[in-house]
């Protein structure tokens, strides 16, 4: 897609300088993704993940999902093989479209045909990620059901680095990323990466017919500007852009080779005051894909090919009436449009605009959070969402959280494809009881929570969906503790996902597990990081390959190592080895996932 490229060429460049002034540090403290104005983490009456950079090249992820299947409420469990293969990701149970995913703040373009692919988003440019779990639709609007997924490309940290990496299944990649800040008031960024590997097959015998490596390559771009108008006004504009080609086993249905190409631009402007700031933005993105069968060529008559854009306003205004608490207010206009329509399916353009108002405020030891929000949606009416959280500090060391709050999902334009119904919003009601400790020698978290899903959309079979309600329970345990010099992070969940077509004879929706546990383990020695990781998923139904019916899918338990040494101040030496003592077992029946795998490389900071 070459207008990726040129939109790319839209925004003002110059030469990189070096910047006089220290640059600020990528930490946890703070984050956006609560209530889309910064605050500190430990504010947030809700469960929120922040993911580092430095976190990023500890871990050495060859993809999002290599990076994120370790978190609390995180189930890939649709992942039909490995980099680069169809991945779609399950928060607490609710669908994959039920996790809203934005790219610096604003929803991606790929949300408007479904869920978003994870295995296709590119890594290496990703400098933070935030991650909230539970609904969040009276600050976010349709499609925060199960929680919200925010990858963020920029960064304010100076860094120029070229990196390379080699390994398993004829893999490499190199990356070039380059974050400067040319005067006192003006930063740019640069960043661009190549991946390649020719893969494995990802299907076996006797189930598939056609023997041959299913690879993947990819090429990104990632462009930014950030300039500091006075002492209120900051103004910023970046460019994401990337295009992908998978080979892949269909399972019989047709297509195995497939293009994405996906871009989005984005500009806002910042207002900080003493009391009273501000933002507004601007963004446009578009998402294609199309995929044929290798042997009839490109030019013959797709399988399937989809092109929708998205365009985006929003602004928000918050004050601070006092250091307890602030009021905030914001409005969004987003139109979703379907560019590529036949014969067989066409879908209208489709504005929807959505208002919302949220009070935070804490009288020590009680805070408070009391949120609503107002959508309406060209197609599918007006639709009202709240949300409100009541926290308590219990003793000097632990916190209480109650929450409530509701949801819903506008049908995205596949869902209108392949609906056997009338389209109507899916719509959800959650409460949540959270319970945190904070110790000198570790940490901890119990979240309990129930979502109630009426209207809930699923897949009957690959080209039929249909209503159903749903009901999700589940309790997740976190743990961070330090044992001498090692840091450990330890999780276990309990989902319990049913659906109720039946009353009272409900069972266990697809691609969920009802019980998964992580265990991450870091230290450093003489300057060397090592990291270990061990990943249970427990059974699950998940479609088979060939039949589409549901079938068991045996557990699994996977570890992953890996060791950062810098051997110059410039010069950082890496290597990892995924699935350590090669688990042969499936996410997906019917779909092998990689054997053991290992990486080495070199980062080189110039």
Not at 267 to 291: D, F, I, K, M, R
Request: proline share 4%.
């Amino acid at each position: 897609m070459s207008k990726i490229w040129l939109a790319a060429a839209l925004l003002p460049w110059a030469a990189f300088a070096q910047k006089t002034t220290t640059s600020q540090n990528d930490d946890a403290t703070d984050i956006t993704i609560y209530s889309k104005v910064k605050q500190s983490a430990t504010s947030a009456l809700a469960p929120v993940e922040v993911i580092t950079k430095a976190d990023i090249e500890r871990r050495q992820p060859r993809s999002l999902v290599d990076l994120l299947e370790t978190l609390p409420g995180m189930q890939f469990g649709s992942q039909n093989g490995g980099i680069g293969q169809q991945t779609s990701l399950f928060v607490r149970g609710t669908n994959s479209n039920h996790v809203l995913v934005l790219l610096n703040g604003r929803p991606m373009a790929q949300m408007v045909s479904g869920n978003v692919d994870f295995s296709q988003l590119p890594i290496n440019n990703v400098q933070r990620i935030e991650y909230i779990r539970g609904p969040r639709a009276a600050i976010y609007g349709s499609g925060a059901i199960g929680g919200v997924v925010n990858i963020i490309t920029i960064s304010q940290v100076n860094n120029k680095q070229l990196s390379v990496t080699t390994g398993s299944n004829d893999y490499y990649a190199t990356d070039v990323s380059i974050n400067q800040w040319i005067t006192e008031d003006t930063r740019l960024q640069l960043g661009t990466g190549y991946r390649e590997t020719r893969g494995y097959d990802v299907r076996p015998a006797p189930g598939n017919t056609e023997t041959d490596r299913d690879g993947f390559a990819s090429k990104n771009l990632t462009l930014g500007i950030e300039h500091q108008l006075n002492q209120s006004w900051i103004w910023d504009a970046n460019f994401n852009g990337w295009e992908n080609k998978t080979d892949y086993d269909s399972g019989g249905f047709g297509a195995d080779t497939s293009d994405t190409q996906t871009y989005q631009i984005d500009s806002g402007v910042q207002y900080q005051g003493q009391q009273l700031t501000g933002q507004l933005n601007a963004s446009y993105g578009e998402h294609e894909l199309e995929s044929w069968a290798k042997k009839n060529g490109r030019n013959s008559v797709s399988f399937s090919n989809t092109s929708t854009a998205t365009t985006r306003i929003d602004g928000l205004v918050q004050y601070s009436y006092s250091e307890q608490g602030y009021g905030l207010v914001g409005i969004d206009w987003q139109q979703d449009r379907l560019l590529s329509k036949s014969t067989e399916f066409t879908a209208p353009d489709r504005d929807n605009t959505g208002i919302f108002v949220s009070v935070f405020h804490t009288w020590s030891p009680i805070s408070f959070e009391l949120t609503g929000r107002v959508d309406d949606n060209e197609q599918f009416g007006t639709h009202g969402t709240w949300q409100s959280a009541l926290a308590a500090d219990l003793s000097k060391h632990t916190k209480a959280i109650l929450s409530y709050g509701t949801a819903f999902k506008a049908p995205s334009f596949t869902d209108l494809r392949y609906l056997t119904g009338e389209p109507e919003p899916e719509e959800s009601e959650s409460l949540e009881l959270s319970l945190l400790g904070n110790y000198p020698l570790f940490d901890w978290e119990v979240n309990f929570y129930r979502n109630d899903i009426k209207g809930l959309l699923f897949s009957q079979t690959p080209t039929k969906k249909d209503n159903t309600d749903a009901v999700i329970k589940g309790v997740e345990f976190v743990v961070k503790t330090n044992t001498g010099p090692v840091h450990h992070t330890v999780s276990y969940e309990y989902t319990d996902a049913e659906e109720r077509r039946v009353p009272n004879q409900g069972k266990q929706l697809s691609n969920r597990a009802k019980r998964k546990a992580s265990w991450t383990g870091d230290i450093d020695v003489a300057n060397v990081n090592l990291f270990a990781q061990v990943l249970y998923v427990g059974y699950r139904q998940t479609p088979d390959a060939n039949s589409f019916a549901s079938t068991y899918t045996p557990p699994y338990t996977i570890w992953n190592i890996g060791a950062r040494y810098p051997l110059t101040q410039q010069l950082t030496l890496n290597g990892k080895i995924n699935n350590l003592f090669d688990k042969d077992y499936q996410v997906v029946s019917g779909y092998d996932a990689p054997d053991m795998e290992f990486y080495v490389g070199a980062d080189y900071r110039f």
